[in-house]
């Protein structure tokens, strides 16, 4: 028998979803770091990656300070 074996989330995309509660959800997390809501949500569900510089935007929406 063969059990599934689940993956840690990496850091962008725990900081991603830290980002996504401080903002109430993907409207206002996507206005914040001026994307769609479109392109956030396929950072979050793994589809696309999420680029280094909005990793930064994100990480300072998720510690409450803002560039």
């Known amino acids: 028998m ?3 074996v689940m993956s840690k989330p990496s ?3 725990t900081t991603l ?9 993907e ?3 996507a206005k914040a ?3 769609t809501t479109q392109i956030l949500s396929s ?4 589809r696309d990656t999420l ?3 909005m990793y930064l935007k994100a990480r ?4 409450g300070t803002r560039r």
């Open 2 to 4: 063969q059990t599934a």
């Open 11 to 13: 850091p962008q995309m």
């Open 17 to 25: 979803w830290n980002a996504l509660q401080r903002c109430d959800g």
């Open 27 to 29: 409207p206002a997390l």
């Open 33 to 35: 770091l001026g994307v």
């Open 43 to 46: 950072w979050l569900v793994g």
């Open 51 to 53: 680029p280094a510089a």
């Open 60 to 63: 300072s929406l998720a510690a």
